[in-house]
């Protein structure tokens, strides 16, 4: 952590945001690139379900990470660069296909989430409360085309929502009942966690294989990852910096009008 902390503090010094950002543009695309090289030199296994996914020398969802990176940052220098808007809105488009070709869903709803915020930052409380009536009306007659189109509607939506993958949504892909195998076995380290990475020992790591047939040493979710090492404590620090990083991030977007900060 304290090699990390050194690490963002000296970069901070020597980059401004929106060099920043850039550096992890470039970073992705060259991630990506390589791990599609890859596929294509090696050829696409397919996943469980008989389809295709994108994936490379990654997983499909670390993949698509780096698309996620790249759609934010072509956002945001979308909205300042205008001399090169063209090509922020092909990297946007392109880094939307490659979430799309991972099927990866979280990175997809994780995306829409992220896009939405970033075109939220810098409006004016009339503009933002004109967005937010205009989302509404297109829920709204959203659910009124898909009542019309009946079962029919609800089939293709679902399918659509699913990005066509067969596993059971209800429990998010196995991780409910992870989750509640995890959480239980941390009841004990409540406060200060089991530290870091002494939780995924064998012992654990058979037992949720032997519940759920699945080797597995991540919480699949970074606030659960967060608690089990570190406790409600570690928990507690991580949400008061991200608040506050957030609330300086959005400040100071609508002040200087850099797109890093967005």
């Known amino acids: 952590v304290g090699v990390y902390a050194f690490l963002a503090y000296s970069w901070s010094i020597r980059f401004s945001v929106d060099e920043f950002c ?15 090289a890859f596929e294509i030199l090696v050829g696409a296994p397919l ?9 490379g020398s990654l997983h499909s969802n670390i993949l698509a990470r780096f698309a996620m990176l790249i759609a934010f940052v072509a956002a945001s220098f979308w909205r300042i660069d205008k001399d090169n808007r063209r090509l922020w809105i ?3 488009i392109a880094a939307l296909i490659v979430i799309q070709l991972t099927r990866s869903r ?17 409006q004016d409380v009339r503009r933002f409360s004109l967005s937010v009536l205009l989302g509404i009306c297109l829920g709204g007659c959203g659910l009124l085309l898909l009542g019309i189109a009946g079962e ?15 596993e059971d949504v209800t429990s998010l892909t196995g991780r409910l009942p992870l989750w ?31 519940k759920r047939g699945w ?17 409600i404590v570690g928990v507690s620090i991580l949400c008061c910096l991200g608040s506050l990083a957030l609330f300086r991030s959005v400040t100071l977007a609508n002040r200087t009008g850099q797109a890093g900060y967005t």
Do not use: Q
């Open 22 to 36: 850039k550096i992890l543009l470039v970073a992705s695309i060259l991630s990506i690139a390589l791990s599609v």
């Open 47 to 55: 996943s469980d379900d008989n389809k295709y996914r994108l994936s």
């Open 90 to 92: 092909f990297g946007l």
């Open 106 to 122: 979280t990175g997809m709803a994780a995306a829409m989430a992220g896009l939405v915020a970033i075109y939220l930052v810098g």
């Open 152 to 166: 029919t509607g609800f089939s293709a939506i679902g399918s659509a929502a699913t990005m066509g993958r067969g």
């Open 180 to 210: 509640e195998i995890i959480l239980d076995r941390a009841k004990s380290s409540f406060w200060t966690g089991a530290g870091y990475g002494a939780f995924w020992n064998n012992d654990i790591i058979l037992t949720i294989f032997e």
């Open 215 to 231: 080797y597995v040493a991540h919480a699949h979710n970074s606030y659960i990852e967060v608690y089990i090492n570190t406790g």
